[in-house]
């Protein structure tokens, strides 16, 4: 099994930072791309950033230049720190990976358990 779980949420005042830590542990035979989601209440789930195994980043339009991905190939660890936070980046953040597990299986998107960040004005 593959478990992602992640760690970093809180309450902070808007201006704040917060740094959001993701580790992948089980049967992995290679990470592919590794990012965050978040879903605010009453909204759909959103991309927030995307890093490929490569290094390759994509980002929210809403969190552009506050936001920055990066990863611990190593370790397979996704960090997400936050800087700049605004209330409306409250949400729950989901950190999620696209994983082989076995050299002869397919790749599978994995989630993590989500963690809160609020952000109050």
């Known amino acids: 099994q593959v478990q992602l779980v992640e760690s970093g949420g809180g309450f902070v005042q808007a201006g704040g930072s917060l740094r959001l830590s993701c580790a992948a542990s089980?049967?992995?035979?290679?990470?592919?791309?590794m990012g965050w989601h978040r879903q605010a209440p009453g909204k759909q789930r959103e991309l927030v950033a995307n890093?490929?195994?490569?290094?390759?980043?994509d980002y929210a339009d809403s969190v552009m230049g506050r936001f920055t991905i990066s990863r611990d190939n190593a370790k397979n660890i996704v960090y997400l720190q936050m800087n700049s936070l605004k209330p409306e980046d409250t949400a729950v953040y989901y950190c999620?990976?696209?994983?082989?597990?076995?050299?002869?299986?397919?790749?599978?998107?994995?989630w993590g358990q989500g963690t809160q960040v609020t952000v109050s004005s």
């Open positions: 999620n990976a696209n994983i082989k597990r076995r050299s002869w299986v397919a790749e599978n998107d994995y």
């Open positions: 089980g049967t992995i035979f290679r990470i592919n791309a």
């Open positions: 890093m490929s195994s490569g290094g390759n980043t």
